[in-house]
């Protein structure tokens, strides 16, 4: 949770701050040349639409898709960890840590190499983008991160409910789905929220597999505008804002619900 509390302590005015940065901190540096700031910052408004419409949306897309795939790899991963069958756990556990332990940007190199450009069903070439490989990238992680959360929140629960439930003659099953899990899910919102708040502000690894999201398309819009140095603090600038106000309120909502759900002693 410390992302999440890290990003709701910050003051409600920082996006104000840091865009008041974007705007002075080149002025005199923009204005020794014949490209000045005020250029920089007309060649960033002119380039936003694009921005945020086919760069900033695409990363939303692509945490959509990573959070959803990670957690439903990860549910099933995470209660994996808690069979009773050695085997089942041992593998559970391993491939968590495995992949809860790998740098996120290797793990992404390894999935754009590994998976093929193309695949054929009943003679049908489907294609396989680089956006579809960056979402199994950034799933990986989110999965054995999810499935901790979900390990953790069930040995969470007190040990009499699991005797109560035994004492009634409940399966292992029944009592699973029927008493532990529906206590877990309100524990798990606020870590699951956190982590997709991580995952949105490690979107911008896809860039660097030619991924076209907001970085990419900035880069490409800096070059459009004959890539002059003073466009760099103006869009990278930009690009760090509006990180910020997607996942500030993220993150105020998340500390919201932890303080709500929390466990009264």
Sequence with gaps: MMVSRWIAGLPWWTPVAILALIFAWPLTAAAQGKFTYTDAMGELFRWMPFLLTKGFLFNVIISFFAMGIGTMAGACLGLAQISQNPATRNLAKFATQAFRNSPWLVLLYIVLLALPFEIVIFGIIVPVPDWMKAVIGLALPIMANVSEVVRGAVQSVPTAQWEASEALA???????????????????????MNWYAILTMATPLCSLLGVEELITLSRQAMEGSDNHPELLVPFYGFAMLIFFAYCYPIARWTISLERKYAVKL
């Design 170 to 192: 409940f399966s292992r099953m029944q009592t699973l789905w029927q008493i532990i899990l529906p206590q877990c899910f309100k524990r798990m919102i606020p870590p699951w």
